[in-house]
């Protein structure tokens, strides 16, 4: 008996110790809502990663404060009906899953590409190479071959850079941009540089920034370049390479991916989908009653696409490519949420954190109506509201003893 009894205090001891733990964890209430010290943690943490910034009691009160915040505009939504959220859920899922898209090729496609032997040992050379080299610069290609035109008329180079630039120093030396190597120029540009005789001036080379006009005027290659050299670096020239070429690695894993997948859209179901392209985006209720199931879902994949998507979309086969890119991206998804990262705490809190973040925007924005206001105006305004309805503690105590 004396036993039984004694099982039982030690049972309730425990039950009362973890009831007690998990009442420790909740580092504030907010209303009926609660932040508990595992989420604060995780993004407290994050926020000084991304910040730069070393953890103090006053940077942990500045940051629960802002949660605090976040949770008092968030409480809102439980006053709108969930049918005024229905176009605001569809952004958010596509922001998330472009989020996924983005973790599926940076761990399943740029960390394990491999560049070639003769890749590296290409970029090994730049590296150890310096060209000094001038340009000219337009914004548009047609202006970018006036440029060229003018250079092989005889026009001077120097009055040239003079007339274009506005930078004083560009304008002053004839559009010198001085000595650089391997990585420090956007790819494009730099491709054109390598593969250029001295003296040698480029056709209209596109970068991101606009066209340029290349003219090599130097290089200068470091005499002793070693077989032990390279072989010790190439494990950074290959981590350079793939943030170099992010965009061509990316291109060409989906266009393989597309090629993979079949996809066959007919002229049957992309010609009414071409002719009536403006008529379908901009009528919610526009659909097909010949080939139903078919020409619907291509018409709801036309409506997924994005603003910049569209807006580049001006021939029929602009739209075929777009459609085909949406299946491509739904196989990606689906491959994404077959990896271990997908199903990490860590990633799920951060898409969370993407969703909460939109719904906030969509809150201050819309539930008040405040014309020719910021939307950080906007912000305290709402939040001074909710302050005065809802009550709010702080466990100081947990928040000071936090061990990160």
């Given at each position: 008996?004396?036993?039984?009894?004694?099982?039982?205090?030690?049972?309730?001891?425990?039950?009362?110790?973890?009831?007690?733990?998990?009442?420790?964890?909740?580092?504030?209430?907010?209303?009926k809502n609660i932040i508990n010290l595992t989420d604060f943690s995780f993004n407290y943490s994050n926020f000084?990663?991304?910040?730069?910034?070393?953890?103090?009691?006053?940077?942990?009160?500045?940051?629960?404060?802002?949660?605090?915040?976040?949770?008092?505009?968030?409480?809102?939504?439980?006053?709108?009906?969930?049918?005024?959220?229905?176009?605001?859920?569809?952004?958010?899922?596509?922001?998330?899953?472009?989020?996924?898209?983005?973790?599926?090729?940076?761990?399943?496609?740029?960390?394990?590409?491999?560049?070639?032997?003769?890749?590296?040992?290409?970029?090994?050379?730049?590296?150890?190479?310096?060209?000094?080299?001038?340009?000219?610069?337009?914004?548009?290609?047609?202006?970018?071959?006036?440029?060229?035109?003018?250079?092989?008329?005889?026009?001077?180079?120097?009055?040239?850079?003079?007339?274009?630039?506005?930078?004083?120093?560009?304008?002053?030396?004839?559009?010198?941009?001085?000595?650089?190597?391997?990585?420090?120029?956007?790819?494009?540009?730099?491709?054109?540089?390598?593969?250029?005789?001295?003296?040698?001036?480029?056709?209209?080379?596109?970068?991101?920034?606009?066209?340029?006009?290349?003219?090599?005027?130097?290089?200068?290659?470091?005499?002793?370049?070693?077989?032990?050299?390279?072989?010790?670096?190439?494990?950074?020239?290959?981590?350079?390479?793939?943030?170099?070429?992010?965009?061509?690695?990316?291109?060409?894993?989906?266009?393989?991916?597309?090629?993979?997948?079949?996809?066959?859209?007919?002229?049957?179901?992309?010609?009414?989908?071409?002719?009536?392209?403006?008529?379908?985006?901009?009528?919610?209720?526009?659909?097909?009653?010949?080939?139903?199931?078919?020409?619907?879902?291509?018409?709801?994949?036309?409506?997924?696409?994005?603003?910049?998507?569209?807006?580049?979309?001006?021939?029929?086969?602009?739209?075929?490519?777009?459609?085909?890119?949406?299946?491509?991206?739904?196989?990606?998804?689906?491959?994404?949420?077959?990896?271990?990262?997908?199903?990490?705490?860590?990633?799920?809190?951060?898409?969370?954190?993407?969703?909460?973040?939109?719904?906030?925007?969509?809150?201050?924005?819309?539930?008040?109506?405040?014309?020719?206001?910021?939307?950080?105006?906007?912000?305290?305004?709402?939040?001074?509201?909710?302050?005065?309805?809802?009550?709010?503690?702080?466990?100081?105590?947990?928040?000071?003893?936090?061990?990160?």
């Amino acid at each position: 008996m004396y036993q039984i009894s004694l099982i039982l205090c030690l049972f309730f001891f425990i039950s009362c110790n973890q009831i007690e733990s998990k009442k420790n964890e909740i580092l504030a209430e907010v209303g009926k809502n609660i932040i508990n010290l595992t989420d604060f943690s995780f993004n407290y943490s994050n926020f000084l990663e991304k910040n730069g910034l070393n953890d103090n009691l006053s940077f942990r009160n500045e940051f629960l404060d802002k949660e605090i915040d976040r949770l008092l505009i968030l409480s809102l939504k439980d006053s709108i009906e969930l049918n005024q959220f229905s176009s605001l859920f569809e952004k958010i899922q596509n922001i998330k899953n472009q989020k996924i898209l983005n973790e599926y090729f940076k761990r399943e496609v740029l960390n394990v590409y491999s560049p070639s032997d003769s890749i590296l040992r290409d970029a090994f050379i730049r590296s150890k190479t310096d060209i000094n080299a001038r340009h000219l610069f337009s914004k548009s290609y047609e202006g970018a071959n006036q440029l060229k035109a003018k250079l092989e008329k005889g026009n001077d180079f120097n009055k040239m850079a003079q007339a274009i630039f506005r930078d004083s120093v560009l304008a002053n030396n004839g559009g010198d941009l001085g000595y650089f190597t391997f990585g420090d120029m956007d790819p494009a540009f730099e491709d054109a540089a390598f593969s250029l005789n001295d003296g040698e001036i480029s056709n209209p080379i596109k970068t991101k920034y606009g066209y340029s006009i290349i003219q090599v005027l130097d290089r200068w290659i470091q005499p002793l370049i070693s077989e032990n050299e390279f072989q010790l670096r190439k494990d950074k020239l290959t981590s350079m390479l793939r943030n170099r070429n992010q965009k061509e690695i990316k291109k060409s894993f989906t266009e393989s991916l597309k090629e993979s997948l079949n996809i066959l859209i007919s002229d049957d179901l992309l010609d009414p989908l071409f002719i009536n392209y403006d008529l379908i985006l901009n009528d919610e209720e526009y659909e097909f009653k010949n080939n139903y199931h078919e020409i619907n879902d291509l018409i709801k994949r036309m409506r997924s696409l994005s603003t910049y998507q569209r807006e580049k979309i001006k021939t029929k086969n602009d739209l075929l490519e777009a459609l085909k890119g949406t299946y491509v991206r739904e196989k990606i998804l689906s491959l994404a949420k077959k990896q271990d990262w997908y199903y990490n705490v860590k990633f799920q809190k951060n898409l969370q954190r993407i969703k909460d973040n939109k719904i906030i925007e969509y809150l201050v924005n819309n539930f008040f109506m405040h014309e020719g206001r910021t939307f950080q105006e906007k912000y305290i305004i709402v939040l001074e509201h909710v302050k005065k309805e809802v009550s709010i503690k702080i466990n100081e105590n947990l928040l000071r003893n936090l061990k990160l």
